[in-house]
């Protein structure tokens, strides 16, 4: 085994933070976490039960263990409604960066349509030169591509306004956050094709769910990495994510990327929908708002340690987490053990992806102490992630949307986490 040296275990920052080279190196398994066996009066494995017979046959779509049942999204729909709310994904209990497409998180305005997709058309029209109507089998024809991407709902996070700390996890907080790979057609191959009408600035996108859910945005975005797509993490979209069709529009908040694509139409103008003009907007504590706030600020969450994981007893740890930007690539995480006073630089996994999540870790040596974990990200844009009080300071505590501070996982003596401001 190879012998950890002083610089690859020295700390970096208050309360037990080492540096990041740990896990740049793979010298944490230096620190060791098995049991040590006496070889010599060693019992051997045991043969367990599901060793002498033969396991279950197969079957046509795969499925995970029993045994992780509870790595499961959790929702809440609007009273006296079915499928009015959102689903949450469980970070917690994930590692990685792509989220399995059946926990993705969901939200819906109206419930998941149950769409045929023989009968299902996109409509491409407004200031064309040349309205296409497409089905999938024509969609199908042309050159596709794919991309890993995040999706969040612009009011992830939310609850970090509140005037007191949620007694809650990061599935109830943050769980509004997923990444996938995407399949499909750029937007703008199928634009040329329509014919772009030189006085069109502007680009609505409608569903086909029961609420007619719709959003503008600016055509320089649909002629940048805007996409159309059928699949997701390589099979088809999944109904509660749009199936058949979505638009991905990376970076932007999550509602733009309207799910159950029916219609786009060039516009000169913004076409000031509900769902932009009644919600989606970001509020200013002198009572005015931001309208068209597009792309998701810098971020970082800490999955693990968090609140349901207890740390269990001083040691060795790894403190790891997400981070993601609307305006890029992820340039840096730090991480702070002690609330804020000290930041050590955390290591990012491969891949580091453009408007993709990244998962960043840091080697933690705990004493058995209080604690309060901090994550802080810089994007490639140099865009920092703000602390609770700058964001409270330029925007209030009133709003529910873009909410990107830093939090706070405080962790007690007896190893329980919660959610804290600091």
Known sequence: MKETSRSETERVAGNGLLHRRMFLTGSAAAIGAGTIVDQAGAAPLAVEPWMRIPGAPFNAYGQPSKYEEKVARTWASAPGTGGTGSARTPHHLLNGMI??????????????????????????????????????????????????????????????????????????????????????????????????????????????????????????????????????????????????????????????????????????????????????????????????????????????????????????????????????KIAKVEVSADGGKSWGLAALQEPVLSKAVTRFRMAWQWDGGPAVLQSRATDETGYVQPSRAQLVALRGDRGNYHNNMIQSWAVAASGEVKNVYA
């Open 99 to 328: 989220t399995p497409s059946g926990l993705h998180f969901e939200r819906s305005h109206s419930g998941v349509p149950d769409i045929d997709p023989d009968k299902h058309r996109l409509l491409i029209h407004g200031l064309v030169k040349r309205p296409l109507v497409f089905t999938l089998d024509d969609l199908g024809r042309y050159p596709m591509q794919s991309r890993i991407a995040f999706v969040e709902c612009a009011g992830n996070s939310g609850a970090l306004f509140a005037k007191q700390p949620a007694n809650a996890n990061v599935q109830a907080i943050h769980g509004l956050l997923s990444c996938s790979e995407w399949t499909g057609i750029k937007l703008s191959v199928l634009l040329e094709e329509a014919g772009i009408d030189p006085a069109a600035k502007w680009v609505l996108a409608e569903g086909a769910d029961a609420a007619g859910m719709s959003r503008s945005f600016p055509i320089e975005k649909a002629l940048d990495d805007a996409m159309v797509c059928l699949y997701q993490n390589g099979e088809r979209v999944r109904p509660s994510n749009g199936y058949p069709l979505r638009l991905l529009l990376p970076g932007f908040e999550g509602n733009m990327n309207v799910k159950w694509l029916r219609r786009i139409k060039l516009t000169a103008g913004p076409t000031m929908t509900k769902d932009e003009t009644s919600k989606y907007t970001i509020l200013l504590p002198s009572g005015k708002a931001l309208q068209f706030v597009f792309p998701l600020e810098g971020k970082s969450i800490i999955t693990h340690p968090s609140p349901g994981l207890t740390v269990r007893g001083p040691g060795f740890y790894e403190i790891s987490g997400l981070a993601w930007s609307g305006y890029g």
